[in-house]
């Protein structure tokens, strides 16, 4: 399951931006025949699941380090929001080429316009790839391109402290047993981008009730709905 990042478009420019971030090739998200005025909550209701996370576990966010693997429409829409919250984002790779760059990206508009026109994180930093990049000794790491990219064979080498799974089925079951072995704590993909899900259940309960609530009431209730699970997912993994 991908998380659906659907923008009511504003301008010719913003709706072009999103098919090229919809388009790369490390995204499986086709917008094309997309509307592109669905309603949906904000975007920073993406991070409730990680946000509540590290709550739970009482780690403050100032500078923790993300390396982020992939970036289409998933992978550069959460490094974007992880950048606005204060999160360092260190590196960031595609399916051609990758940067790192130690101190962390300062003006992350930069870094988009550069891929989304040129295509290559050329400049911007350290070179990295795609595989490398998993491999780093980050707190967080998030791979947002394709399925099984953390395998038996890579599971001993992960240094991040924490995996956030954005893409379907990142971590093979071998690998999470290892990493599990490690300490390393993974927020499921299926948790992790379940919003869109649970707002796309949202805007079919107002369709066959003939409602329409305004974006604050959404996120309030994708708010809640996503704490709740959290705190279940949780609960399942100290059994």
Do not use: C
């Not at 989304?116 to 990295?128: H, I, K, Q, W």
């Not at 967080?140 to 064979?153: C, N």
């Not at 971590?171 to 948790?191: M, S, W």
């Not at 869109?196 to 996120?219: L, M, P, R």
Request: charged share 30%; net charge negative.
């Amino acid at each position: 399951m991908s998380d659906n990042v659907n923008v009511i478009y504003s301008t010719e420019r913003e709706r072009e931006r999103e098919r090229e971030r919809s388009n790369s090739t490390s995204s499986d998200i086709d917008t094309e025949n997309r509307t592109p005025y669905t309603k949906t909550p904000e975007p920073e209701n993406k991070l409730n699941t990680i946000d509540n996370f590290l709550k739970h576990f009482k780690i403050k966010t100032d500078n923790l380090t993300v390396a982020v693997q992939g970036f289409g429409n998933v992978g550069s829409n959460i490094a974007r929001f992880l950048h606005q919250l204060g999160f360092k984002i260190v590196a960031i790779a595609d399916v051609k080429d990758g940067f790192l760059d130690p101190s962390g990206v300062e003006d992350f508009e930069i870094v988009e316009n550069q891929f989304f026109e040129t295509r290559s994180f050329s400049g911007l930093g350290s070179p990295a790839n795609s595989q490398n990049i998993l491999e780093l000794p980050v707190d967080i790491l998030v791979p947002a391109a394709i399925e099984e990219v953390i395998t038996r064979k890579n599971a001993y080498k992960i240094k991040a402290k924490y995996i956030l799974e954005m893409a379907n089925g990142p971590t093979d079951f071998e690998a999470d047993k290892i990493l599990n072995n490690k300490g390393v704590i993974i927020i499921p993909d299926i948790l992790a981008n379940s919003g869109g899900v649970a707002t796309s259940f949202f805007e079919w309960y107002q369709n066959i009730n003939n409602e329409s609530w305004d974006k604050e009431k959404v996120n309030g209730k994708l708010k809640v709905k996503m704490e709740k699970a959290v705190e279940e997912v949780i609960k399942t993994a100290e059994v």
